[in-house]
């Protein structure tokens, strides 16, 4: 089995843009982090296979024996990004010691991204690579690994949220996180689930140690919070798509989760994100 080098001996970080699997077997001495575009592909990794499909980031570590199939006949684009073991140890082991454990000790690590977090990360890897090729320096790069890094620690918190909760908890948190459901209220989800409103309430608040409209409320910020930063929408179009119909009233919790009003909250974000362009412009 092959085992690759990292490519570089003065840099942290490569990608690469790939429309072709990669069937053989091999290992590497460095983090790989994947994101699937488009398609479904199959994973072999260590004994084991899975399909993963669209908006899919897999984290692959160092001498993780793996193969990329596909799986069926359909065009297939992923991104992998490699990141020197050093630089993972130390910034994932500094920022989050139980994330750590987790990326390095799971048999098979995969999370599901918003198909607004998967294309933001597309237009932050393609505005790279038809700028620069191989040639940015790792400034550009290590302004893409903190954003990821952010994203595997929601990911994480997300779903450690719900290993520990019974199967109708676990089941109530997956149909809040539905964007389908945003608009919706906690009594709408409870009423299709035709779930007892006394008994889910009680049980809900009992193990999680939070009401349903408390717990629903971050998750409807938190996709607000998402589209402020990777799409163009506006406020209100964003207010009405997490289930607000008062712009007023959306501003106002939002300022009291995030500390600043969604506009204010989007231009912040922005001038962040106008920093990364202006470092890959001078590069």
């Not at 918003?114 to 393609?126: G, L």
Request: charged share 20%; hydrophobic share 35%.
């Amino acid at each position: 089995m092959k085992r690759y080098k990292f490519p570089s001996k003065d840099k942290n970080f490569f990608i690469a843009y790939n429309n072709t699997p990669y069937p053989i077997t091999h290992c590497h001495e460095h983090w790989e982090f994947t994101i699937i575009l488009k398609g479904n592909l199959k994973h072999k990794i260590d004994g084991q296979e899975r399909i993963i499909g669209e908006n899919t980031l897999l984290v692959i570590r160092p001498d993780d024996a793996h193969s990329l199939h596909r799986a069926n006949t359909q065009e297939t684009i992923h991104i992998n990004f490699g990141v020197r073991e050093s630089v993972v140890d130390t910034v994932i082991s500094t920022l989050s010691k139980t994330l750590y454990d987790f990326l390095t000790k799971e048999p098979f690590v995969e999370f599901e991204l918003s198909k607004s977090t998967a294309t933001y990360f597309a237009n932050m890897f393609n505005k790279f690579h038809t700028t620069h090729g191989d040639h940015a320096s790792d400034d550009i790069l290590a302004t893409i690994f903190t954003s990821l890094v952010r994203e595997l620690l929601m990911c994480y918190n997300k779903s450690k949220q719900t290993h520990n909760y019974s199967p109708t908890v676990n089941e109530f948190i997956g149909h809040m996180r539905k964007t389908e459901n945003l608009t919706l209220s906690i009594n709408d989800i409870i009423k299709n689930m035709n779930y007892s409103h006394c008994h889910i309430i009680r049980l809900f608040k009992k193990e999680t140690g939070t009401t349903p409209s408390q717990y629903f409320l971050k998750i409807k910020l938190n996709y607000a919070r998402s589209l402020l930063e990777t799409t163009n929408l506006s406020v209100l179009d964003i207010a009405s798509m997490v289930g607000f119909s008062s712009l007023g009233h959306f501003t106002e919790v939002f300022k009291n989760q995030y500390s600043l009003p969604p506009a204010n909250y989007r231009r912040k974000w922005n001038n962040y994100y106008d920093s990364f362009d202006e470092i890959t412009d001078n590069n």
